[in-house]
């Protein structure tokens, strides 16, 4: 391609632990099978929090963060026929290339094409699309939405309806496809008990999905006493603060106590992995069935007794809730246009990309659902 290097503005965070800070970067062209992105809006989650902070095991630095966005397309390299020149795309760091061994196993999500180069911070040539006066700077999750342009590979983006706003549908990019998928993909919520641990964006898309679906009851838990009217909105029935429980009560204990037994699944939406162990352990024996949607940080691991499993509860995750973003996101978006998925109730807070270190710092205070940062 002949395409021209666009100079514009990005937020780059040079090392752990650093805020972000807005430089000019120079944004190659897309190479063959690449899309380059006017990106208009991104959304900030708590991911990008973990890799800014150091915890992430994979965090490389100096890096352009995000990965919640929504864009236009701005120009294609050779071979690219999925998309178009203005288009509204959503970036996807879940690629879809539908060639792979795990795209065809029709069992997974997960997608080999790009996985390898995307985890070293690089475009599939192993090469980086953003420098600063010629340094090269990493990509993040293949997705790098902090900057007003970016470049993805094919396989990682998907179109959508125009009619759908996209300072709206960027959150698509993530947390509520996340939550969705967690549930819909999980057969047998229907009719079940479910509870969820952690009200934030993730486990609110969890609860008004599990609504959505027919559970019969969803009990949302959270340490934040400020979550109980966020979950009841969503379609919780019941909340519970763990550190209001009577002195040395395990909340696995006090739930497995009000359910007769445990509940059909839980969620962990936290990244905590005591809660994990606590989700797991809240499953009724026999069939008890519990997600891990939370991202720990780097060195956690998680345990509880063999008992727990050899007894008949499952302990499972997922990424992206199991989405293929190419085939599903569509019509999520047109489930959005239909009034059927919510995406607006999650904004609580909008920023400038100036602004966007006060946009984690938002995110730290109990009263932030989702930030939406406009480019
Ligand atoms: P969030 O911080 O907005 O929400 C977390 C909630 O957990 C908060 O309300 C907090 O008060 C609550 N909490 C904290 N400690 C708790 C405890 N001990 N018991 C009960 N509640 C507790 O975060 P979010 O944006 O909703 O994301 C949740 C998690 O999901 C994060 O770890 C994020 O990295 C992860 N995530 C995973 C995927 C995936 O594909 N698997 C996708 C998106 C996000
Ligand atoms: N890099 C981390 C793990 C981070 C992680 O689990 N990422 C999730 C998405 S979180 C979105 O907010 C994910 O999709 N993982 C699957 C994948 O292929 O990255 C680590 O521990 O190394
Ligand atoms: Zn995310």
């Not at 939405?145 to 396989?155: E, I, L, N, R």
């Not at 998907?158 to 998928?181: H, Y």
């Not at 959270?222 to 109980?228: I, Q, R, V």
């Not at 969503?234 to 696995?252: R, S, V, W, Y």
């Amino acid at each position: 391609t002949t395409g021209k290097t666009i100079k514009c503005k990005a937020a780059v965070c040079w090392g752990a632990g650093e805020p972000l800070k807005i430089e000019e970067v120079e944004v190659a062209p897309p190479q063959a099978n690449e899309v380059r992105i006017h990106i208009l809006h991104t959304g900030i989650c708590h991911t990008d929090e973990y890799t800014r902070s150091g915890k992430d095991p994979e965090g490389l630095f100096p890096v352009i963060l995000g990965h919640e966005g929504g864009g236009i397309v701005e120009s294609v390299g050779e071979g690219v026929t999925s998309v178009k020149v203005g288009d509204h795309v959503i970036p996807l760091y879940t690629a879809e290339c539908r060639e792979c061994k795990f795209c065809k196993s029709g069992k997974t999500n997960l997608c080999g094409k790009v996985r390898a180069t995307q985890g070293k911070g690089l475009m599939p040539d192993n090469t980086s699309r953003f420098t600063i006066n010629g340094q090269p700077i990493h990509h993040f999750m293949g997705t790098s939405t902090f900057s007003q342009y970016t470049v993805v590979a094919d396989v990682s983006v998907v179109a959508v309806d125009k009619k759908a706003p996209l300072e709206k549908v960027c959150l698509l990019g993530c947390g509520i496809t996340t939550a969705w998928g967690s549930v819909v993909k999980q057969p047998g919520i229907k009719g079940s008990t479910v509870a969820v641990f952690g009200v934030g964006a993730i486990g609110l898309g969890v609860i008004t999905t599990s609504a959505l679906v027919g559970a019969s009851r969803i009990i949302a838990v959270d340490t934040n006493p400020n979550k109980e009217s966020w979950a009841k909105k969503f379609g919780a029935t019941d909340f519970i603060n763990p550190t209001q429980l009577k002195e040395g009560t395990k909340i696995q204990d006090h739930l497995i106590e009000i359910t007769d037994g445990g509940l059909d699944y839980t969620f962990d939406c936290t990244g905590n992995v005591q809660v994990m162990r606590a989700a797991l352990e809240a499953c009724h024996k026999g069939w008890g069935v519990s997600t891990v949607i939370g991202v720990a940080a780097a060195g956690q691991e998680i345990s509880t007794r063999p008992f727990q499993l050899v007894t008949g509860r499952t302990w499972r995750g997922s990424a992206f809730g199991g989405v293929k973003g190419r085939t599903e996101i569509p019509g999520l978006v047109e489930d959005y246009l239909g009034g059927k998925v919510k995406i607006d109730e999650y904004v609580t807070h909008h920023r400038k990309l100036a602004e966007i270190n006060e946009g984690f710092h938002d995110m730290h205070q109990g009263d932030c659902i989702r930030c939406v940062v406009d480019m």
